[in-house]
């Protein structure tokens, strides 16, 4: 069984940065996507990021350019690099994993994800 544990989140001013952790315990091999998503009060979850194993990456249009998705295959940690925050950008950030890698190329649409964490606050004022 996997297990996903995130850090990072916080407190932030308009322009300012972030770097969120996912740790994961159990199996995880290359045929993963792994990603971020995240979920603002009284909107859908949206993705974010994906990134397979191999550092094919994809963002949603709205982080496009501000956020970076990366992996330490070593430390069993991904990483979500936040750079330029918006206040549009306050929501709980969720790490997820995906056992197809496919899911990686269209951000997890029509996708099933296998293990979430439980969340980090990422607040921009």
């Known amino acids: 069984h996997v297990q996903l544990v995130e850090s990072g989140g916080g407190s932030v001013q308009a322009l300012g940065s972030l770097r969120l952790s996912c740790v994961y315990s159990?199996?995880?091999?290359?045929?993963?996507?792994m990603g971020w998503f995240r979920q603002a009060p009284g909107k859908e979850r949206e993705g974010v990021a994906a990134?397979?194993?191999?550092?094919?990456?994809r963002y949603a249009d709205s982080v496009q350019g501000r956020f970076k998705i990366s992996q330490d295959n070593a430390k069993n940690t991904v990483y979500l690099q936040m750079n330029g925050l918006k206040p549009e950008d306050n929501a709980m950030y969720y790490c997820?994993?995906?056992?197809?890698?496919?899911?990686?190329?269209?951000?997890?649409?029509?996708?099933?994800?296998?293990?979430w964490g439980r969340g980090t606050q990422v607040t921009v004022s």
């Open positions: 997820a994993a995906d056992a197809r890698r496919g899911a990686c190329y269209s951000l997890f649409v029509r996708s099933a994800i296998n293990f």
């Open positions: 159990g199996y995880i091999d290359r045929t993963y996507c």
């Open positions: 990134l397979d194993y191999d550092g094919y990456s």
